[in-house]
T-cell receptor, first 113, second 114 residues
Framework: KNQVEQSPQSLIILEGKNCTLQ??????????LRWYKQDTGRGPVSLTI?????NTKSNGRYTATLDADTKQSSLHITASQLSDSASYIC????????????FGKGTMLLVSP | DTEVTQTPKHLVMGMTNKKSLKCEQH?????MYWYKQKAKKPPELMFV???????INESVPSRFSPECPNSSLLNLHLHALQPEDSALYLC?????????????FGPGTRLTVL
């Protein structure tokens, strides 16, 4: 069964600090892995999308890594800001001609002043 | 225009009401999706439209009825809903329905069924 597991479930950090969120997946075959940021009550916004051949992708203060061999990904947030408080969702897409995505349950990040 | 818009933002309805949720995109995408998201849970796929035709229905109850009038618009008609249907309803679009396409999400409609 295709699964995406994220850790930690929730995280509190002080403003200005860095943090790393983890994602492990068992989706096979594998096409791409995405990290989304979702503010409470809003739709998810894409941060990064990586195919199996990519190891790292950055978007401003967000850097995602992917190890397709171990089926692990991480999202590193640098110099956190209060506006980074949100749920971060890891989403994996199979390489079928079919668009069902497998969503992780997300990590709820709270950046405290 | 690189966004997906949804109306209304909030909707409160009784169990006997009929209402509709609307979604619009002008990115030329030919695949559009409805998701349901309960609090603190990931989105769950409901329907997929590809080239204005319903291609996936994830065993959604018939009280939810999707409609795709044209390539830019997607509606979700609601009738005789239950309180447990209260959730955030998200619309998304992608260039095509292939698994390597990025999906762009709208802001959602917060639905409350009384």
């Amino acid at each position: 069964k295709n699964q995406v597991e994220q850790s930690p479930q929730s995280l509190i950090i002080l403003e200005g600090k860095n943090c790393t969120l983890q994602c492990n997946y068992t989706v096979s075959p594998f096409s791409n892995l995405r990290w989304y940021k979702q503010d409470t009550g809003r739709g998810p916004v894409s941060l990064t999308i990586m195919t199996f051949s990519e190891n790292t992708k950055s978007n401003g203060r967000y850097t995602a890594t992917l190890d397709a061999d171990t089926k692990q990904s991480s999202l590193h947030i640098t110099a956190s800001q209060l506006s980074d408080s949100a749920s971060y969702i890891c989403v994996v897409s199979p390489s079928w001609g079919y668009s069902t995505l497998t969503f992780g349950k997300g990590t709820m990040l709270l950046v405290s002043p | 225009d690189t966004e997906v818009t949804q109306t209304p933002k909030h909707l409160v309805m009784g169990m006997t009401n009929k209402k509709s949720l609307k979604c619009e995109q002008h990115m030329g995408h030919r695949a559009m999706y409805w998701y349901k998201q309960k609090a603190k849970k990931p989105p769950e796929l409901m329907f997929v439209y590809s080239y204005e035709k319903l291609s996936i229905n994830e065993s959604v109850p018939s009280r939810f009825s999707p409609e795709c009038p044209n390539s830019s618009l997607l509606n979700l008609h609601l009738h005789a809903l239950q309180p447990e249907d209260s959730a955030l309803y998200l619309c998304a679009s992608s260039p095509t329905s292939g698994g390597n396409n990025e999906q762009f999400f709208g802001p959602g409609t917060r639905l409350t069924v009384l």
